[in-house]
């Protein structure tokens, strides 16, 4: 049991919120340290697996300039513009579309997008134009007209993008346990047949449906709960052209005068 420490130093090194690639660096020598190879073997296998799935970084790499040609030219400007027209989008609803699209998807084998290219670019910026829309209607409605330009508070475009995150993981992470292709399911595979348990893809994939339906629903969810935060945050930002005024201030930004 000791030899899986660790998974004890992802989680903390995590929970930490450190480097990525430090804490499982480090989790992976640990682990060789304590399955008793020497320092030389570590490395010697550090350098292997490199080599052999260097081809991994391939679609990234190759991938950033094209994304940043098109932002260049537009493309997030775009995404805004289409997501504005559609008047019953919300934030949450963008998401869980992205996430469900990202499930099935993978699911059959087809992959759409990723973080580079698809939720920087066009999933983050079309649920901040969702949610941006609606402050502006808000504004409308308690002006009696067209609302006045309000910019989005900063915690709600952190959050939508931190939701934007986790609806690619969660659409990419269990829906490429439905295809018996991809690698995780022909890894958990193999690695029962190792250990003497003779467990098909076939089972594999099968019993990863209930699993992705369950992370749909959890999706479903987080998306409700997100829209909800949002409205009661935008209630809460004040008119645009005006601040919050300041301890001992009046609304016009005068100094109280005290009472005699």
């Given at each position: 049991m000791i030899k899986l420490?660790?998974?004890?130093?992802?989680?903390?090194?995590?929970?930490?919120?450190?480097?990525?690639?430090?804490?499982?660096?480090?989790?992976?020598?640990?682990?060789?340290?304590?399955?008793?190879?020497?320092?030389?073997?570590?490395?010697?296998?550090?350098?292997?697996?490199?080599?052999?799935?260097?081809?991994?970084?391939?679609?990234?790499?190759?991938?950033?300039?094209?994304?940043?040609?098109?932002?260049r030219h537009g493309l997030r400007e775009r995404a805004e513009t289409l997501i504005r027209r559609a008047r019953a989008a919300?934030?949450?609803?963008v998401l869980l579309l992205y996430s469900v699209m990202r499930q099935i998807s993978i699911s059959l084998g087809v992959r759409i997008g990723d973080?580079?290219?698809?939720?920087?670019?066009?999933?983050?910026?079309?649920?901040?134009?969702a949610a941006a829309r609606l402050l502006a209607d808000a504004s409308g409605r308690a002006g009696g007209g067209a609302g006045p330009a309000r910019e989005l508070p900063?915690?709600?475009?952190?959050?939508?993008?931190?939701?934007?995150?986790?609806?690619?993981?969660?659409?990419?992470?269990?829906?490429?346990?439905?295809?018996?292709?991809?690698?995780?399911?022909?890894?958990?595979?193999?690695?029962?047949?190792?250990?003497?348990?003779?467990?098909?893809?076939?089972?594999l994939a099968l019993w990863g449906i209930p699993t992705a339906i369950v992370a749909f629903l959890l999706m479903w969810w987080r998306a409700r709960v997100l829209d909800r935060r949002i409205a009661a945050a935008l209630a809460r930002t004040p008119p645009a052209g005006g601040a919050v005024p300041a301890a001992g201030e009046t609304a016009k930004g005068k100094p109280e005068e005290g009472r005699t």
């Open positions: 420490i660790g998974i004890l130093v992802v989680a903390v090194g995590f929970a930490l919120r450190a480097n990525t690639l430090l804490v499982v660096l480090v989790a992976g020598v640990v682990t060789g340290l304590v399955s008793g190879m020497s320092w030389h073997e570590i490395v010697a296998q550090f350098g292997t697996y490199f080599v052999e799935n260097r081809y991994m970084t391939l679609p990234v790499i190759l991938m950033l300039p094209l994304v940043g040609m098109l932002e919300t934030a949450g609803r973080h580079a290219s698809a939720v920087r670019p066009i999933v983050a910026p079309m649920a901040e134009a900063v915690k709600v475009v952190h959050d939508i993008r931190a939701h934007a995150a986790a609806a690619e993981n969660v659409g990419n992470f269990f829906g490429e346990d439905v295809f018996i292709a991809v690698g995780a399911v022909l890894l958990m595979s193999g690695f029962f047949q190792s250990v003497g348990m003779q467990v098909s893809v076939w089972a």
